[in-house]
């Protein structure tokens, strides 16, 4: 499974790449630039004629709306959930329809505008395509809003995920950890409050997320310098390997051809994952010796980071 989602999330990014070099011009290709008109007249109006005429005209624009909905399904694709995919679809198609069910009333007054707006659309095509490239590249993992690392955690949060995740779980800097438990894939299990006189950084990661891999390189690097200190505890908590059916050896491998090596757990029972409402990954917490949570960063964090907050 998360061999999978990781393909999906390639294949997505990469299709998206492509429609977003597509609308720029870059490419060209015959068949979705084709167009057949037909002129078609009615004397009698009347419902029935009204709706096959729609019908016709939304297959007729499937050419024009091709690329962009093709990304907004590759997209949805990719999404955790199908309401998550589901949401973002009603959207689209919100975005889509209003613009007509608007003129459908004013027709005869906004002809003449639309007729006008004819000179922008090489811009608006241009336009399209960029987004659709920033999208695509933000799926493999090298997007904008991975990649930005000048936003508190908190701004970062609602940035990156639009949502605040403290408020959800009522977790806060500067309270207390919440006990959680977790294996280390032998079935020795483990709880926080074990690591309680020692500096913790807890990493909530999984194999399958980009950005985690993206900052698990500089985080190993560091955790093989610093693990030999007493006093500074490294947990690096994969959420979602029971669910993947992946155990502890083939992770390790899989992270060990990365040269990735980390003090490895599991949140076998989804525990650590529900108590801390991780909705969005990477997230590190850094904890002090009495349990103090003093900083939780959604998204990825540097090492110079972790060595301010530890250093106050």
């Not at 919100?94 to 608007?102: A, L, R």
């Not at 003449?112 to 695509?136: E, H, N, Q, R, S």
């Not at 000048?150 to 970062?156: P, Q």
């Not at 949502?163 to 950890?177: C, H, P, R, S, W």
């Amino acid at each position: 499974m998360t061999q999978n989602k990781t393909l999906l999330k390639n294949i997505s990014g990469t299709v998206i790449i492509f429609f977003g070099i597509f609308q720029l011009g870059f490419i060209h290709i015959s068949f979705l630039n084709r167009e057949i008109k037909s002129k078609v007249v009615y004397e009698n109006v009347t419902f029935f004629r009204s709706i096959l005429v729609g019908a016709m005209f939304g297959f007729a624009w499937t050419p024009c709306v091709g690329p962009m909905l093709t990304s907004i399904l590759a997209l949805a694709a990719t999404l955790e959930t199908v309401k998550q995919g589901g949401l973002l679809l009603f959207f689209y198609a919100v975005g889509y329809s209003t613009p007509f069910i608007v003129m459908s009333f004013f027709a005869r007054s906004v002809m003449p505008f639309i007729k006008k707006m004819g000179k922008y659309l090489p811009m608006i095509k241009i336009a399209t395509g960029v987004i659709l490239i920033i999208i695509g590249l933000d799926i493999l993992g090298f997007g904008v809003f991975h990649l930005d690392h000048d936003h508190d955690h908190e701004n970062e949060a609602s940035y990156e995920n639009g949502i605040d995740l403290e408020e959800k779980t009522g977790i806060f800097e500067n309270d207390v950890a919440k006990e959680i438990y977790f294996t280390n894939g032998e079935d020795l299990f483990f709880k926080l409050s074990d690591f309680r006189g020692k500096k913790v950084v807890l990493n909530f990661f999984a194999t399958w997320c980009p950005p985690c891999m993206m900052e698990l390189p500089e985080l190993s690097a560091y955790y093989e310098e610093m693990k030999s200190v007493e006093d500074l505890e490294f947990i690096f908590l994969d959420l979602y390997a029971e669910e993947a059916g992946l155990s502890k050896s083939e992770i390790e491998r899989f992270l060990a051809d990365k040269e990735i090596r980390l003090n490895l757990f599991f949140d076998d029972e989804g525990i650590a994952n529900e108590t801390y409402g991780v909705a969005y990954i990477p997230t590190t917490l850094l904890i002090d010796e009495n349990g103090k949570i003093l900083l939780r960063k959604t998204g990825m964090i540097e090492v110079d980071e972790i060595k301010g907050i530890f250093s106050k």
